[in-house]
């Protein structure tokens, strides 16, 4: 499938136990492994939802979301930091509530063409739509491996101040452990309000 159609027709879909999910695919085994055998349990039990990303029937990637919070210390406008901590007379200890994209990946057929990227935004988008119209929460936050940290930077996630040396160390660790977690956030004041074509 071309990639420019499957960016016109793509639809997320909650994943359910007819979804055939045997010829999915990515990159990462053990985000491959996450959806065909932990998500659906997980759902069930009500600690994330997963959204597929489907065109013409066929599962290109997938979403996993679910709740958390983030301390209001690690954001790194100061500006912002400073005026939620006077509009709620708070201190920086305090937790910020979040979304946290729990998994993100695509199929391998599809990987490192923009896909990803136009989905996250849309997935960002839908985000920005629930916080104004259904639940309240400040940042959305993931916990990126680092042979993934280059995709969340370009789509205009931060890292925390505590990470700035090591990350300089960042391609040896990409050959090192490249699953190594780091964790990054997007303020929701930062997502542009269009979807990227």
Same mark, same amino acid.
């Given at each position: 499938?071309?990639?420019?159609?499957?960016?016109?027709?793509?639809?997320?879909?909650?994943?359910? =136990? *007819? *979804?055939?999910?045997? @010829?999915?695919?990515?990159?990462?085994?053990?985000?491959? /492994?996450?959806?065909? &055998?932990? +998500?659906?349990?997980?759902?069930?039990? &009500?600690?994330?939802?997963?959204?597929?990303?489907?065109? /013409?029937?066929?599962?290109?990637?997938?979403? !996993?979301?679910?709740? @958390? !919070?983030?301390?209001?210390?690690?954001?790194?406008?100061?500006?912002?930091?400073?005026?939620?901590?006077?509009?709620?007379?708070?201190?920086?200890?305090?937790?910020?509530?979040?979304?946290?994209?729990?998994?993100? +990946?695509? @199929?391998?057929?599809? +990987?490192?063409?923009?896909?990803?990227? *136009?989905?996250?935004?849309?997935?960002?988008? !839908?985000?920005?739509?629930?916080?104004?119209?259904?639940?309240?929460?400040?940042?959305?936050?993931?916990?990126?491996? +680092?042979?993934?940290? @280059?995709?969340?930077?370009?789509?205009?996630?931060?890292?925390?101040?505590?990470?700035?040396?090591?990350?300089?160390?960042?391609?040896?660790?990409?050959? =090192? /452990?490249?699953?190594?977690?780091?964790?990054?956030?997007?303020?929701?004041? /930062?997502?542009?309000?269009?979807?990227?074509?």
């Amino acid at each position: 499938m071309n990639i420019e159609y499957i960016k016109e027709n793509y639809i997320f879909e909650t994943l359910n =136990q *007819h *979804h055939d999910l045997n @010829d999915f695919e990515c990159e990462s085994q053990d985000l491959t /492994d996450f959806l065909k &055998n932990d +998500a659906l349990n997980q759902q069930n039990m &009500n600690l994330n939802l997963t959204q597929l990303v489907i065109c /013409d029937e066929i599962i290109v990637g997938y979403v !996993s979301i679910l709740t @958390d !919070s983030m301390k209001l210390k690690i954001l790194e406008d100061e500006e912002t930091k400073k005026e939620i901590c006077n509009e709620l007379n708070i201190s920086e200890n305090n937790e910020l509530p979040a979304i946290k994209i729990g998994r993100f +990946a695509i @199929d391998k057929k599809y +990987a490192k063409k923009g896909l990803g990227s *136009h989905i996250l935004a849309n997935v960002l988008l !839908s985000m920005l739509k629930l916080s104004k119209t259904k639940i309240g929460f400040r940042v959305i936050i993931v916990e990126a491996y +680092a042979i993934a940290l @280059d995709f969340y930077i370009k789509n205009n996630f931060y890292t925390r101040e505590s990470d700035k040396e090591i990350l300089k160390k960042i391609d040896m660790i990409k050959k =090192q /452990d490249p699953t190594r977690c780091f964790n990054i956030y997007l303020d929701l004041k /930062d997502i542009k309000e269009e979807p990227k074509n």
